[in-house]
């Protein structure tokens, strides 16, 4: 008997290099991916920030190359809209944020919510 696949949700406040929910929500999303689940990300409020391309930190890990791995591992990640057009990404002519990043609405949530096995809120 085949077991389905289970899938986490991860809703994410925080912005990169404030606090420790970014790099948090990624070993966890990380470790799911690599237990065969299906992870679902929304970035909320400041954690539209994540995926900004061109990213330089001076004195920490590039936040962004670890969220591009998660992409690039399967993981359904999107931001915002609303967060991410108060922050001046949305309405960027060219596309601010790296390939696989979705920008939608909070209306996401409800219905990830409904189909998760688990869901865990960081911020």
């Not at 404030?18 to 790099?23: F, K, L, T």
């Not at 930190?57 to 791995?69: D, G, M, Q, R, W």
């Amino acid at each position: 008997m085949e077991e389905s696949t289970k899938t986490l949700t991860i809703i994410l406040t925080e912005g990169p290099y404030r606090s420790q929910y970014a790099d948090m929500a990624h070993e966890i999303a990380k470790s799911a991916l690599n237990n065969k689940y299906n992870v679902n990300m929304f970035l909320y409020m400041d954690a539209t920030h994540i995926p900004r391309k061109g990213q330089n930190p001076h004195s920490f890990p590039n936040v962004l190359e670890k969220y591009k791995a998660l992409v690039e591992m399967g993981a359904d990640i999107r931001a915002c809209v609303r967060c991410a057009t108060a922050r001046g990404y949305a309405c960027d002519a060219k596309f601010p944020y790296i390939q696989g990043i979705t920008i939608t609405t909070v209306y996401d949530i409800p219905e990830w919510i409904k189909t998760s096995d688990k869901v865990i809120s960081l911020g």
